[in-house]
């Protein structure tokens, strides 16, 4: 009878699991962390986060909505201490989350402009980055009474587009995965593809 294959042999109880298979089974399910969501402000990061959580089963982080939870509104913070000084709340918001265990599997959605600093870069190699892209004729109508972004004053469209053009090749060289939301595309419809591509880069979730 030939050998048997470590499969067959780790599958007829735990007395005989080949300690080789299950460490090449558990090196190829290493945590990868959170799916972090990029992309341009108003791109529908959040959003889309939001409802993988809901409809999906994703647990559900953003680091907008965590710094505010601890230190105030987003465009006070700006105006009190700079953006600087948010850049780092910003960075030290996503080490941690990317950090946790207890986010592992999540679609955590950051803000437009982390994947700018190069602390943000450097913590996100390895992890599932999905970029979420978008025209500006999509973005205009949901930008175009803002208040709450203060790096869309005092223009909001011709700003979200010189900020695109500054940023456009980092999302780009960051992504794993690329989802197209222009054209107001159905936030169900892109989270299929999401979960979808997802999968495919894990094997399974
Ligand atoms: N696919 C979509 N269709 C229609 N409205 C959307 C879609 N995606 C986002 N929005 C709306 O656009 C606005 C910005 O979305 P948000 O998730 O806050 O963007 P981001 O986090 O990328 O800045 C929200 O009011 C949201 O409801
Ligand atoms: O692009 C940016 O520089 C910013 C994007 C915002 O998040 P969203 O991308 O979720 O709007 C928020 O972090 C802040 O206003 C700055
Ligand atoms: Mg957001």
Partial sequence: ??????????????????????????????????IV??????????FLALHLAKF?????????????????VISEIFETYGERYFRDLE???????????????A?????????????????????????????AETVAPRIAGNTSRPMLRPDPVARWTEILEQRRETYEALADVVIDASGDRSIADMAREL?????????DR
Avoid: N
């Fill in 107 to 135: 679609v955590f959605s950051v803000g437009g402009g982390a994947p700018m600093t190069p602390r943000v870069r450097e913590r996100l190699a390895g992890h599932r980055v999905v970029y979420l892209r978008i025209d």
């Fill in 1 to 34: 009878m030939p050998p048997k294959s470590p499969l067959e042999t780790a599958g007829s109880g735990d007395d005989r699991l080949d300690p080789v298979l299950v460490r090449s089974l558990s090196e190829h399910e290493a945590p990868r962390g959170p």
């Fill in 56 to 72: 999906h089963g994703y647990k559900f982080v953003d680091a907008d909505q965590l710094i505010v939870s601890r230190h105030g």
């Fill in 91 to 105: 960075a030290d918001t996503i080490a941690e989350v990317l950090g946790d265990p207890e986010y592992e599997g």
């Fill in 37 to 46: 969501l990029i992309g341009p402000m108003a791109a529908g990061k959040s």
């Fill in 195 to 203: 979960d979808g591509a997802v999968r495919g880069l894990t094997g």
